[in-house]
């Protein structure tokens, strides 16, 4: 299975400020997604991430308030954008090596806007 | 989207009892993952499914898809203390798109 490395771990943050959060994979993939995990609550998919292309957004979320970068086949950024006490989350990354593999996720960024 | 439904919500067992839990959807699904979420961490992948009707185990889980895909259960035997977490089943829905429930936190009572 893929390790993945995500940073940072946690964060306290003042509304309305940015933060970016990387995503490093040990070995190279098609395709990287970002989850957001309110409190006590389950995943839900913010966007898909290609490599060379947009990423693909998910109803509910738009690229100004979560800009995502690509720039190769082990590496990605979210970027929460202008943030408010409701992007309170965990957000992680994900990945899939292939069919019998399922998804690979990191460890997560607990964020805390305040 | 496509929701699955995971029951129960919570369990409260003591230890050594078995668990069993599963997961429901209105819609076929062509894979069943089934996770472990520990405080502070990622989900961690259990189990996978992906023929309807299959049986796996991996150790004391043991986990079963649906024969109408629609469907999956996940069972622990001999519980321990360090099964306890939240258990999320998913789903695969489209290209790699991946759905989860809501979620099942275990505690166990020593």
């Known amino acids: 299975s893929a390790v993945i490395s995500q940073k940072p771990s946690r964060d306290i943050c003042q509304r309305g400020t940015s933060l970016t959060i990387q995503c490093q994979v040990d070995?190279?993939?098609?395709?990287m997604f970002w989850y957001r995990q309110q409190p006590g609550q389950s995943l839900t998919l913010i966007a898909t991430?290609?490599?060379?292309?947009?990423?693909?957004?998910e109803s509910g979320f738009v690229i100004d308030k979560f800009p995502i970068s690509r720039p190769n086949l082990t590496f990605s950024t979210l970027t929460v954008s202008n943030m408010s006490p409701e992007d309170s989350s965990i957000y992680l990354c994900s990945v899939v090596l292939g069919q019998g593999y399922g998804y690979t996720f990191g460890s997560g960024t607990r964020l805390t806007v305040v | 989207g496509q929701q699955l439904n995971q029951s129960p919500q919570s369990m409260f067992i003591q230890e050594g009892e078995d668990v069993s839990m599963n997961c429901t959807s209105s819609s076929i699904f062509n894979t069943w993952l089934w996770y472990k979420q520990d405080p502070g961490e990622g989900p961690v992948l259990l189990i996978a499914?992906?023929?309807?009707?299959e049986l796996t185990s991996n150790g004391r889980l043991t986990a079963q898809f649906g024969i109408t895909r629609k469907d999956s259960f996940l069972n622990i035997s001999a519980s321990i203390p360090s099964d306890v977490g939240i258990y999320f089943c998913a789903g695969f829905q489209g290209a790699q798109k991946l759905v989860f429930g809501q979620g099942t936190r275990l505690t166990i009572n020593p």
């Open positions: 070995s190279q993939v098609t395709m």
């Open positions: 499914l992906y023929k309807a009707g």
């Open positions: 991430a290609n490599q060379g292309s947009e990423a693909t957004y």
